[in-house]
């Protein structure tokens, strides 16, 4: 197998940011209060977005023909932001559109489909991340420890296709920088016995919640992270897992030393905009020391998927009846 491309990065033109912000224009709908709407018209945007250059390496990248991540940098975005909110989003007067939402919706919607997830974030078709006192501890993207290398909303019934990260704020202490790294890639350094060992359904996060049992602790049902999809092979990993044999968790160890050597790192800052493939790459943050006075790391993200499910754009988080009790509770999510 050829080397696999670094994460591919493109610094857009004052001209092609000039574009993409009036294409942007028409997209008035508040995405936190009119999301059906704003949908509507992020689509309509994108189908009128000038063919160009930014618009042909961002079908390359959807149609999975490079890298598994790309860095576009120099998006548009408004010049004065507000102070980076300190609690949750849906519940802050802050709730107000920064003005970036459109921008960062469509160069998403050239990937697929905005959705959210019922249980998390309000709902919002835009999600806000930002450092919160209060998740200082836990294994979120508003927590401040390292956040673990994982594939979005891995095992759900509609993970998504793809995520893109828009810096608003960077870390102002340079800390806290997103890690991404390329599953092919890491794959290709196990041995076959290995990879084979991930296609066996032998990997369980652990839980008081789970509905199995293993050596006497509560997980969730043993599933393999390696199946075939039409589109080829398609791993789910989080570092949470864990494995129930001997040789299931030696082929995890070697997967987390090769994610680990195949992670590349990158620094989100204002206008930087990082659209990941789910399928190809998984994903992290390390640790920073957030100051929690308004001038904290602030990104805002897009999930997308090339098709929506019947029920549209906001669908269940299948995993919430496994997730552990001292987490929902540290989260506030629906039990
Ligand atoms: O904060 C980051 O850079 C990554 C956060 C993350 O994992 C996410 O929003 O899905
Ligand atoms: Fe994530």
């Known amino acids: 197998m050829p080397p696999r491309l670094p994460i591919s990065v493109v610094d857009l033109e004052p001209h092609a940011a000039a574009e993409l912000a009036r294409a942007a224009g028409?997209?008035?709908?508040?995405?936190?209060?009119?999301?059906?709407?704003?949908?509507?018209?992020?689509?309509?945007?994108?189908?009128?977005?000038?063919?160009?250059?930014?618009?042909?390496?961002?079908?390359?990248?959807a149609a999975q023909q490079g890298s598994s991540s790309l860095l576009i940098r120099g998006v548009p975005i408004p010049a004065s932001l507000p102070r980076t909110p300190a609690g949750s989003f849906h519940q802050q007067p802050e709730a107000r559109p920064t003005g970036a939402e459109p921008v960062l919706a469509l160069v998403g919607a050239r990937l697929g489909e905005v959705f959210a997830y019922r249980e998390w974030d309000g709902a919002h078709l835009v999600q806000n991340r930002y450092p919160v006192a209060s998740h200082h501890q836990v294994q979120t993207a508003s927590g401040a420890n390292d956040l673990v290398l994982h594939t979005e909303a891995c095992f759900t019934a509609y993970p998504p296709d793809f995520l893109a990260l828009l810096g608003l704020r960077p870390d102002p202490t340079g800390?806290?920088?997103?890690?991404?790294s390329d599953i092919p890639q890491a794959l290709a350094q196990l041995?076959?016995?290995?990879?084979?060992?991930?296609?066996?359904?032998?990997?369980?996060?652990?839980?008081?919640?789970?509905?199995?049992?293993?050596?006497?602790?509560?997980t969730t049902e043993p599933v393999p992270l390696l199946k075939d999809?039409?589109?080829?092979?398609?791993l789910e990993y989080s570092t949470l897992?864990?494995?129930?044999?001997?040789?299931?968790?030696?082929?995890?160890?070697?997967?987390?030393?090769?994610?680990?050597?195949?992670?590349?790192?990158?620094?989100?800052g204002s206008g930087d905009l990082l659209l990941i493939d789910n399928r190809q790459a998984v994903h992290g943050r390390t640790a920073f020391r957030p100051a929690y006075d308004g001038t904290d790391r602030w990104i805002q993200r897009v999930l997308l998927l090339r098709q929506l499910p019947s029920g549209g754009r906001v669908v269940p988080d299948t995993r919430l009846a496994h997730y552990p009790t001292d987490y929902i509770k540290a989260l506030a999510l629906p039990a």
């Open 26 to 61: 028409p997209i008035r709908a508040d995405p936190y209060a009119e999301g059906d709407v704003f949908a509507r018209q992020v689509r309509a945007a994108a189908a009128s977005l000038p063919q160009g250059d930014l618009t042909a390496v961002v079908d390359h990248f």
């Open 175 to 180: 800390q806290a920088v997103t890690l991404v």
């Open 241 to 268: 897992i864990t494995a129930i044999t001997a040789p299931a968790a030696a082929a995890l160890a070697a997967l987390e030393e090769a994610l680990g050597r195949c992670a590349q790192s990158v620094l989100l």
């Open 191 to 218: 041995t076959p016995a290995e990879r084979g060992a991930l296609r066996e359904p032998l990997f369980v996060f652990p839980t008081d919640r789970g509905s199995y049992d293993h050596e006497g602790r509560r």
């Open 229 to 234: 999809r039409a589109d080829g092979p398609a």
